[in-house]
């Protein structure tokens, strides 16, 4: 069965480094998603992603956060300053088309350490 | 962010019992709701999902009911077995003119199934 795959599955850094997660969508789903989870707290969404363009984004994806499709099959999601609180595990998902009621499918995450 | 909210962080079941999940919500632009099974280290699995214009969805042991007068939702599983121990999570998509549909995740709660 077709998956969403994250990778790395762990990552630890510094304070102020640029971080660039990854994701492999789905082969045949168009619309991509990151989501993070803060230990404790609630899964939230960040940005959703469409025809090469930001789709939606929350007050939490600010100018520190990036994505992009730099081909036809990664999805990444960049940190340029990464700050302590940006500690937490990064879910991608993507979903075939654009009907509510088509499902989003996650990755198994990155969890981010920032130190 | 208090749009979904599951207001049991655990419960506990016997094995072959009926484990019944409780989800309310606010938001009354919310047409599409989801429930994902997650494992710990692992991303939201899809469960079961059902559309603002159905009160049930059913698949095999799973059932979702939907009470929209209430706002709000159920997940049974009927028999509970011990590897659907896992954490509970009820999301909420609203369908927009623009693409994106991000859900809205509740707090979830710790299913624990005794032998």
């Known amino acids: 069965e077709p998956e969403v795959t994250q990778t790395p599955s762990h990552q630890v850094t510094q304070m102020g480094q640029e971080v660039i997660l990854r994701c492999v969508p789905i082969?045949?789903?168009?619309?991509f998603y990151w989501y993070r989870q803060i230990l404790g707290q609630k899964v939230e969404f960040l940005v959703s992603f469409y025809n090469n363009e930001i789709s939606e984004k929350s007050e939490i994806f600010d100018d520190q956060f990036s994505v992009e499709r730099p081909d036809g099959s990664n999805f990444t999601l960049k940190i340029r300053s990464t700050k302590l609180e940006d500690s937490a595990m990064y879910f991608c998902?993507?979903?075939?088309?654009?009907?509510?009621?088509?499902?989003?499918?996650f990755g198994p995450g990155t969890r981010l350490l920032v130190l | 962010d208090q749009q979904v909210k599951q207001n049991s962080p655990s419960l506990s079941v016997q094995e072959g019992r009926i484990s019944i999940l409780n989800c309310d919500y606010t938001?009354?632009?919310?047409?599409?709701f989801l429930w994902y099974k997650k494992y710990p280290a692992e991303g939201p699995t899809f469960l079961i999902s059902i559309s603002s214009i159905k009160d049930k969805n059913e698949d095999g042991r799973f059932t979702v009911f939907l009470n929209k007068s209430a706002k709000h939702l159920s997940l049974h599983i009927v028999p509970s077995q011990p590897g659907d121990s896992a954490v509970y999570f009820c999301a909420a998509s609203a369908n927009r003119e623009t693409s994106g549909s991000r859900l809205t995740f509740g707090e979830g709660t710790q299913l624990t199934v005794n032998p």
């Open positions: 998902a993507s979903r075939v088309g654009l009907a509510t009621w088509e499902t989003q499918y």
């Open positions: 938001n009354s632009m919310f047409d599409y």
């Open positions: 082969s045949n789903h168009l619309y």
